[in-house]
């Protein structure tokens, strides 16, 4: 039985994203489901051998990119993404039994779950003041633990807690989604589709015009950037690195002819993997079928019509 890590405690969103991968057949058997502090310790799990797989949040649509799964896949031995899930996240306002909302003077939550309910707990409970809590099981265990009154969690935390709902599908924007991936050592990425990711990491020369260039390896090839983001490396002000994700697979030829470039230019990239996206992600790069074709000729001394 394989063993797949996530970010936990046992009900956290993270789990539940764990569970819809299990259902949609991303396993050939049943998994053990391995806890994990923080992102970055489920993808260090992988690493040490101890698990197979690791589920990580890394994107909110109202959050924006998560950086500690990001920072903890570019740095260390490489990892790869080889699938991913998205959950329509909605919180639940969990207490212990007998608390009432004008009881609420300490919520617990999550960082990334506190800035998708602040405008609710403002108008709902507005003597509550956040504490911050490792992960959205977590804040839930907190008010358990009588450490916060009530917590912004799930509702697989309440049930296997005990704990009263004051409100549930508390969210403060419509159709909240994140975005799961599922991580593993390097391997074959799965096969195209035509409906695909693949993300890099870069880090680039500090010199002008050293982030166009880059980019213009995928423009010059049709091949639709989706997602562009820096962060830190941590080395000194202004030394960053940079999260590309693009529409397409390693196995196009406009993908892997990018790849090559960028190997060819940049100090440093990291693979993160092609895969298949949960929702069709843009156009896909243009094939190349005619061009390779007429090369082929060519080398084969046929004359030009």
């Known amino acids: 039985m394989p063993r797949i890590a996530y970010f936990g405690p046992s009900g956290t969103f993270t789990e539940m994203a764990l569970a819809r991968f299990e259902s949609a057949g991303a396993f050939d058997e049943p998994v053990q489901r391995v806890a994990a502090p923080s992102q970055g310790a489920a993808l260090d799990l992988i690493r040490s051998g101890a698990v197979a797989g690791a589920v990580v949040p890394i994107e909110s649509s109202v959050e924006g990119s998560i950086a500690a799964t990001l920072d903890s896949l570019a740095l260390g031995a490489r990892l790869q993404i080889v699938a991913e899930t998205e959950l329509e996240v909605t919180f639940s306002i969990l207490a212990r039994p007998g608390t009432e909302r004008a009881d609420v003077r300490l919520l617990a939550a999550y960082p990334v779950a506190a800035g998708q309910v602040r405008e609710w707990v403002a108008r709902e409970l507005p003597e509550a003041a956040f504490y911050t809590s490792t992960s959205n099981a977590a804040a839930a265990e907190d008010v358990a633990a009588g450490k916060a009154d009530a917590a912004v969690s799930t509702v697989l935390a309440g049930e296997r807690l005990g704990l009263a709902t004051l409100a549930a599908g508390v969210a403060d924007h419509d159709q909240a989604v994140t975005r799961f991936v599922l991580v593993t050592a390097p391997r074959p990425a799965p096969p195209a589709t035509g409906a695909d990711r693949t993300s890099v990491v870069l880090e680039l020369t500090n010199e ?18 989706t997602r562009i983001e820096s962060r830190p490396t941590r080395t000194g002000m202004g030394a960053y690195r940079f999260y590309l994700d693009c529409v397409g697979h390693i196995d196009d030829s406009a993908v892997a002819e990018a790849l090559k470039a960028l190997h060819r230019s940049a100090p440093r990239i990291r693979f993160l993997g092609s895969w298949p996206a949960f929702a069709k992600p843009g156009a896909p790069p243009p094939p190349d079928t005619d061009a390779a074709l007429w090369l082929s000729q060519l080398r084969k001394g046929v004359a030009d019509r």
């Open 208 to 225: 002008p015009g050293s982030l166009m260039r880059a980019f213009a390896e995928f423009s010059t090839r049709g091949i639709d950037l």
